[in-house]
């Protein structure tokens, strides 16, 4: 099966760094906690992002922080507002946290069909006197475009709500928000190793934030929420940028590539991404139908069927050469047998 549904780095780390995640796993104190504090993790990312280690909280994956954030800031006399389609757990976690959500739906406009963020919307929620958290995601995931730094800067100019901007895939769109952070003590900016470092089975997320955010959410968090030996290979993977950095190069020419071969496809949208991912929509045969050929044919796409603004829609995600290869050609067939 050939997985391209999960934005998942495709590469396994390479035997070097499998080799020395292995002897640091046969040296580990599997009998202790971990260090709660997570001083040498917070180091090591403090060295990667350039913001003070003490500002920064590991997670669990993403994925904890944005439930840690909305039981700190969200509730039912609060709001979560973000658009849709978005990343999904903003939602999920709002629903779990019992916090009303505001969302604010993409609009097509164009022959083309082009995309355009709510902006307007999102900032007249801002603007109402009432509690609330933002959710913002850059580059946002299904869509692939980029949150606009003017924009970013006029809502947070205007508003004292805390503002997440979720950058889970920055290191493949190379554009980040983190020299705002100095000037804005409720800009709050969400990334994780599980994208560009391939450490999804892992899961760790970080937080770069102001010092009362990281208060709040010290409060909340559980002392020892990462495992020792995911703290450990975080702080080993990070030190092999070199490597890493030429896996997202790969990636990313992988993204053009589909982005091109897609682009040719009769009776196929495709939305132009600065993620690792690209989100389809099929004319003739429906997404449904696409998805489930191509699982019988051994490739696994993510599909929707209710997603905002398009009902079903498709995404894949940039895999190894030869895996975007065969996806391509086996789409090709697929389309073809109306
Ligand atoms: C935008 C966004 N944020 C966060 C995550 C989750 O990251 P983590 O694995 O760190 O929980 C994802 C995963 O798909 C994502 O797309």
């Known amino acids: 099966m050939i997985k391209l549904d999960a934005n998942e780095n495709p590469y396994r780390p390479p035997e070097e760094l499998c080799r020395r995640l292995g002897e640091f796993s046969r040296r580990l104190d599997y009998n202790r906690y971990p260090d709660k504090t997570y001083s040498d993790l917070r180091k090591a990312l403090a060295g990667y992002c350039g913001w003070p280690a003490d500002l920064i909280m590991a997670g669990n994956g993403s994925d904890e922080l944005i439930l840690l954030l909305l039981l700190a800031y969200g509730g039912p006399y609060s709001r979560m507002i973000t658009v849709q389609p978005t990343f999904t757990m903003y939602a999920h976690y709002a629903r779990a946290t019992g916090t009303p959500a505001v969302e604010k739906t993409y609009r097509l406009e164009g022959s083309a069909g082009e995309l355009k963020y709510p902006r307007q919307e999102i900032m007249a929620e801002a603007e109402k006197d009432q509690p609330g958290i933002i959710f913002?995601?850059?580059?946002?995931?299904?869509?692939?475009?980029?949150?606009?730094?003017?924009?970013?800067?006029?809502?947070?100019?205007?508003?004292?709500?805390?503002?997440?901007?979720?950058?889970?895939?920055?290191?493949?769109?190379?554009?980040?928000?983190?020299?705002?952070?100095?000037?804005?003590?409720?800009?709050?900016?969400?990334?994780?190793?599980?994208?560009?470092?391939?450490?999804?089975?892992?899961?760790?997320?970080?937080?770069?934030?102001?010092?009362?955010?990281?208060?709040?959410?010290?409060?909340?968090?559980?002392?020892?929420?990462?495992?020792?030996?995911?703290?450990?290979?975080?702080?080993?993977?990070?030190?092999?940028?070199?490597?890493?950095?030429?896996?997202?190069?790969?990636?990313?020419?992988?993204?053009?590539?589909?982005?091109?071969?897609?682009?040719?496809?009769?009776?196929?949208?495709?939305?132009?991404?600065?993620?690792?991912?690209?989100?389809?929509?099929?004319?003739?045969?429906?997404?449904?139908?696409?998805?489930?050929?191509?699982?019988?044919?051994?490739?696994?796409?993510?599909?929707?069927?209710?997603?905002?603004?398009?009902?079903?829609?498709?995404?894949?995600?940039?895999?190894?050469?030869?895996?975007?290869?065969?996806?391509?050609?086996?789409?090709?067939?697929?389309?073809k047998e109306v």
């Open 136 to 335: 913002l995601c850059s580059p946002n995931n299904p869509t692939g475009e980029l949150r606009a730094r003017s924009w970013l800067e006029k809502l947070l100019d205007r508003t004292e709500l805390p503002v997440v901007v979720d950058e889970a895939y920055y290191e493949f769109s190379g554009e980040t928000f983190i020299d705002l952070l100095e000037k804005y003590e409720n800009l709050i900016i969400l990334r994780t190793l599980s994208k560009a470092f391939g450490l999804a089975g892992l899961r760790v997320g970080y937080m770069l934030s102001s010092p009362a955010v990281y208060r709040k959410l010290e409060e909340l968090r559980s002392p020892y929420n990462i495992s020792r030996y995911s703290a450990g290979a975080a702080g080993i993977l990070l030190k092999a940028r070199e490597y890493y950095q030429n896996s997202w190069k790969k990636i990313m020419s992988g993204r053009e590539f589909l982005y091109r071969g897609l682009s040719e496809l009769a009776g196929l949208t495709v939305f132009p991404s600065r993620g690792n991912y690209l989100l389809l929509q099929t004319e003739v045969k429906s997404p449904a139908k696409v998805y489930q050929e191509l699982l019988e044919r051994g490739v696994r796409i993510r599909y929707w069927d209710d997603l905002a603004l398009f009902g079903q829609a498709l995404r894949v995600s940039a895999g190894r050469r030869e895996e975007n290869e065969l996806f391509l050609s086996e789409l090709t067939e697929v389309l």
